[in-house]
């Protein structure tokens, strides 16, 4: 253990979380092998009758068709950005990082259709020919700078619209393909950075380095594509992504989940599943454990689409947690059922703990409890499957403290309201919480009468509602609020009346001392001058 407690000091700090997730999994699994008697002698019997689960449906890569809309907003930037006007070239530049992943779509068939209709040939020419006189611009500033050194090559677009040739086919194209690779490297989702690695496999080697530089400022973004692209149909493309991810640092399994993005780490998992690579099956494995349903629901997809080769690490996981081999008959999916079973079973143990001490509390009538046992069942898993039995609890808890404690009734409503929906208790919970938000009010002197009727139209039989509304129409609330206000305005009144008065002696107190100093300052200086002149006052008494 202390060898692994180095070893994971090691890590840089913004990638210990999917790393301490994979461990205390791990931990987890050792501790039932073990027989650790608090798992199994602890295990509620809700637990252990669990059906086993069903495996998860493999999520589509396929994109859908580009909407009409899409394709306009996307055409009305490409033409803004191949203008003739300088300005309006520049504003659609800025205009391309304010896109989102619905352009997707269009993007992709923008690409294609670049690819199909464009002349390759022509469009590496003429970039060629931009990048030199780009370069030769950037020499002379360089030179009239009295600057020397290395010519950095500014950006592919930013070179394009500064060296605008609007008349040439060839240039708008080009341009519109550099755009089209911005905003994909901006959405940064999986499957942007597909279509931008698309970008490279359609028109070759003269878009690589700016592909490259792409992929390298998406960092942890670009990793689950170039894992699904290790399998391309091309060896050049496959070799290629094999390259950036090793430039990444993310070449082999156990680097590639160490990210703190969780949407990252799902995608890299589903990668995996992909390319049905055996050496990440048994790091996948390990996230179907996971507390996060997101990552533990990645990882199950990815044990899916593995399948058979993923057999012996799904049987070898299911020996060490078990404590015995599963039966050879049984097919790969029988084994993952299994082990994803006794996984869910380790995991909802405490969970379905302080649910049926929660039960437990609410039968013999302790609603504090009862509380206290539910939150921490919501804390763990907030679509907890039995999650509707706790609403009863939660609306007897707020009725109980609904004079001596507002702001807990008023929560325990909000949660009871989220877990019913559209209920007839969730209606119930909504209603008394729209009574105790208008009872708020009226301490701080609001008598709104919304909110009660809001709540008798929700529930005709809240009787407090009806009876606070009534007195309010009946005037004695308002009476009551003048009440408070008056005593409230007299408070303060005399507190004012206090604090001056209490500025006003310490005034005169300030203005004696600095009159009896001053009187014992005109008494003192006499005897000053006697002392400290004798001879001049000799002088004096003679004269006189």
Same mark, same amino acid.
């Given at each position: 253990?202390?060898?692994?407690h180095?070893?994971?000091?090691?890590?840089?700090?913004?990638?210990?979380?999917?790393?301490g997730?994979?461990?205390?999994?791990?931990?987890?699994?050792?501790?039932?092998?073990?027989?650790?008697?608090?798992?199994?002698?602890?295990?509620?019997?809700?637990?252990?009758k669990?059906?086993?689960?069903?495996?998860?449906?493999?999520p589509?890569?396929?994109?859908?068709?580009?909407?009409?809309?899409?394709v306009?907003?996307?055409?009305?930037?490409?033409?803004?950005?191949?203008?003739?006007?300088?300005?309006?070239?520049?504003?659609?530049?800025?205009?391309?990082?304010?896109v989102?992943?619905?352009?997707v779509?269009?993007?992709?068939?923008?690409?294609?259709?670049?690819a199909?209709?464009?002349?390759?040939t022509?469009?590496?020419k003429?970039?060629?020919?931009?990048?030199?006189?780009a370069?030769q611009?950037?020499?002379?500033?360089?030179?009239?700078?009295?600057?020397?050194?290395?010519?950095?090559?500014?950006?592919?677009?930013?070179?394009?619209?500064?060296?605008?040739?609007p008349?040439?086919?060839?240039?708008?194209?080009?341009?519109?393909?550099?755009?089209?690779?911005?905003?994909?490297?901006?959405?940064?989702?999986?499957?942007?950075?597909?279509?931008?690695?698309n970008?490279?496999?359609?028109?070759?080697?003269?878009?690589?380095?700016d592909?490259?530089?792409?992929?390298?400022?998406?960092?942890?973004?670009?990793?689950?594509?170039?894992?699904?692209?290790?399998?391309?149909?091309?060896a050049?493309?496959?070799?290629?992504?094999?390259?950036?991810?090793?430039?990444?640092?993310e070449a082999?399994?156990?680097?590639?989940?160490?990210?703190?993005?969780?949407?990252?780490?799902?995608d890299?998992?589903?990668a995996y599943?992909?390319?049905?690579?055996?050496?990440?099956?048994?790091?996948?494995?390990?996230?179907?454990?996971?507390?996060?349903?997101?990552?533990?629901?990645?990882?199950?997809?990815?044990?899916?689409?593995?399948?058979e080769?993923?057999?012996?690490?799904?049987?070898?996981?299911?020996?060490?947690?078990?404590g015995?081999?599963?039966?050879?008959?049984?097919?790969?999916?029988?084994?993952?059922?299994?082990?994803?079973?006794?996984?869910?079973?380790?995991?909802?143990?405490?969970?379905?703990?302080?649910f049926?001490?929660?039960?437990?509390?609410l039968?013999?009538?302790d609603?504090?409890?009862?509380?206290?046992?539910?939150?921490?069942?919501?804390?763990r898993?907030?679509?907890?499957? *039995? &999650? #509707?039995?706790?609403v009863?609890?939660?609306?007897?808890? %707020? !009725? $109980? @403290?609904? /004079?001596?404690?507002?702001?807990r009734?008023?929560?325990?409503?909000?949660?009871?309201?989220r877990?019913?929906?559209?209920?007839?208790?969730?209606?119930?919970?909504?209603s008394?919480?729209?009574t105790?938000?208008?009872e708020?009010?009226?301490?701080?002197?609001?008598?709104?009468?919304?909110?009660? *009727? &809001? #709540?008798l139209?929700?529930?005709?039989?809240?009787?407090? %509602? !009806? $009876? @606070?509304? /009534?007195?309010i129409q009946?005037?004695?609330i308002?009476?009551?609020?003048?009440?408070?206000?008056?005593?409230?305005?007299?408070?303060?009144?005399?507190?004012?009346l206090?604090?001056?008065?209490?500025i006003?002696?310490?005034?005169?107190?300030?203005?004696?001392?600095?009159?009896?100093?001053?009187?014992?300052?005109?008494?003192?200086?006499?005897?000053?001058?006697?002392?400290?002149?004798?001879?001049?006052?000799?002088?004096?008494d003679?004269?006189?």
């Amino acid at each position: 253990m202390a060898q692994l407690h180095r070893s994971v000091l090691r890590f840089p700090h913004h990638r210990l979380t999917a790393l301490g997730i994979a461990l205390s999994a791990s931990l987890a699994v050792v501790s039932l092998a073990r027989g650790d008697a608090s798992t199994d002698a602890g295990t509620p019997a809700l637990v252990s009758k669990l059906p086993l689960p069903n495996l998860p449906e493999v999520p589509h890569v396929a994109l859908a068709e580009p909407t009409p809309e899409s394709v306009e907003r996307l055409k009305g930037i490409t033409n803004r950005i191949t203008s003739n006007d300088a300005a309006e070239r520049t504003s659609a530049t800025r205009e391309l990082l304010e896109v989102d992943d619905e352009l997707v779509p269009a993007l992709r068939a923008r690409i294609n259709e670049l690819a199909e209709k464009g002349d390759r040939t022509a469009l590496k020419k003429l970039l060629a020919s931009v990048r030199r006189e780009a370069r030769q611009n950037v020499r002379k500033q360089m030179k009239a700078e009295g600057k020397r050194g290395r010519v950095v090559t500014p950006d592919y677009l930013e070179m394009l619209t500064e060296l605008a040739r609007p008349d040439s086919k060839e240039w708008k194209q080009l341009t519109a393909l550099i755009a089209s690779s911005r905003m994909l490297r901006h959405i940064g989702t999986v499957e942007a950075v597909r279509e931008l690695i698309n970008v490279y496999v359609r028109f070759g080697e003269f878009v690589r380095v700016d592909t490259q530089l792409q992929l390298e400022k998406l960092g942890d973004k670009a990793v689950a594509a170039l894992i699904e692209t290790r399998r391309h149909e091309a060896a050049k493309i496959a070799r290629w992504a094999n390259r950036q991810l090793d430039a990444l640092g993310e070449a082999i399994p156990s680097e590639a989940v160490q990210t703190g993005d969780q949407q990252v780490l799902a995608d890299v998992l589903r990668a995996y599943g992909r390319i049905r690579d055996p050496d990440a099956a048994r790091v996948v494995i390990t996230f179907a454990n996971s507390e996060r349903a997101q990552i533990r629901e990645a990882a199950r997809q990815s044990i899916v689409m593995m399948g058979e080769v993923a057999n012996w690490q799904l049987r070898d996981t299911y020996l060490n947690i078990v404590g015995k081999k599963p039966p050879r008959d049984w097919s790969w999916d029988r084994t993952a059922r299994e082990l994803l079973g006794e996984f869910d079973r380790l995991r909802l143990a405490q969970v379905y703990g302080h649910f049926e001490r929660g039960l437990g509390d609410l039968e013999a009538g302790d609603l504090t409890k009862m509380g206290e046992a539910f939150d921490k069942v919501l804390a763990r898993n907030p679509m907890f499957e *039995r &999650r #509707a039995e706790m609403v009863p609890g939660y609306v007897a808890l %707020a !009725r $109980k @403290v609904a /004079d001596e404690d507002r702001e807990r009734a008023i929560d325990a409503l909000r949660r009871a309201e989220r877990l019913a929906g559209e209920d007839a208790l969730g209606t119930e919970a909504r209603s008394l919480r729209f009574t105790l938000e208008g009872e708020a009010l009226l301490e701080r002197g609001v008598a709104d009468q919304l909110l009660f *009727r &809001r #709540a008798l139209e929700l529930d005709a039989k809240n009787e407090r %509602a !009806r $009876k @606070v509304l /009534d007195r309010i129409q009946r005037g004695e609330i308002e009476k009551e609020t003048r009440l408070y206000r008056f005593i409230a305005a007299g408070a303060i009144g005399v507190i004012a009346l206090l604090a001056m008065g209490f500025i006003a002696l310490r005034r005169r107190t300030g203005s004696s001392e600095k009159l009896s100093n001053a009187s014992s300052e005109s008494i003192e200086e006499p005897e000053k001058k006697s002392d400290s002149d004798p001879a001049k006052t000799e002088e004096e008494d003679v004269a006189k």
